[in-house]
């Protein structure tokens, strides 16, 4: 699953101030079964990239449920997708699943 951990703030707002914030910086395995990519949990960003190496497609499944090969956000290889609390919009907290069309997938996941 990775790590996470607490990275501070200088510069929020144009002002100093000491604010700490969740990090999390990972690769996940992802094969031909489910597997959980980040558990349910607040988020003001996420950004999941498919880094197989071997053509490798990767389905996302946003919320709880199992994962279906090429049914929900479907990343091609080197794809990426994200979502930020920016112009006005909330980034999902709920959990993420992933399933590949083959063995040895790879997604690599930062999320704050």
Do not use: C
């Amino acid at each position: 699953m990775g790590f996470y951990s607490k990275t501070p703030l200088i510069f929020i707002g144009g002002q100093m101030r000491e604010t700490v914030q969740n990090v999390r910086n990972a690769l996940v395995a992802v094969g031909t079964a489910d597997v959980l990519v980040s558990p349910s949990h607040e988020r003001s960003e996420i950004v999941i990239s498919n880094t197989s190496t071997a053509a490798q497609n990767i389905t996302l499944r946003i919320g709880a449920g199992t994962a279906v090969a090429y049914y929900g956000i479907f990343l091609l290889p080197y794809s990426v997708w994200f979502s930020s609390d920016s112009q006005g919009f909330k980034t999902t907290n709920s959990e993420i699943h992933a399933i590949g069309s083959a063995v040895s997938g790879q997604l690599s996941v930062f999320e704050r």
